[in-house]
Nanobody, 122 residues
Framework: VQLQASGGGLVQAGGSLRLSCAASGSSSSINAMEWYRQAPGKQRELVAVIRRGGTTNYADSVKGRFTISRDNAKNTAYLQMNSLKPEDTAAYYC?????????????????WGQGTLVTVSS
């Protein structure tokens, strides 16, 4: 599974951005897609996850402001970010957890997309 993230940019506080993560390869094997972020000098943190059945979870810091969604026909996950704050400034990464079933048995793994930078000015 290969992932291509896009949509980052510079926005003023209170503004909105939508990130996209397009999957290719064995995209039908994806069980869940996630968005992480990493601010300078900080550890990477999970922002949101959407599972195959559509269930979602969010970090407390983004609940009510961010929405993760998935378009299965386009093999793309989105992160709609509203009411952005300066503390949301970070490199955002998408990830996909997958299981590929081979004749020899299932193989699970995680793929990462490249980061897309989000900068929120005050």
């Amino acid at each position: 599974v290969q992932l291509q993230a896009s949509g980052g940019g510079l926005v003023q506080a209170g503004g909105s951005l939508r990130l996209s993560c397009a999957a290719s390869g064995s995209s039908s094997s994806i069980n869940a897609m996630e968005w992480y972020r990493q601010a300078p000098g900080k550890q990477r943190e999970l922002v949101a996850v959407i599972r195959r059945g559509g269930t979602t979870n969010y970090a407390d810091s983004v609940k009510g402001r961010f929405t993760i969604s998935r378009d299965n026909a386009k093999n793309t996950a989105y992160l709609q970010m509203n009411s952005l704050k300066p503390e949301d400034t970070a490199a955002y990464y998408c990830a996909a957890d997958y299981t590929v079933h081979y004749a020899s048995g299932p193989v699970s793994g995680r793929s990462w997309g490249q980061g897309t930078l989000v900068t929120v000015s005050s």
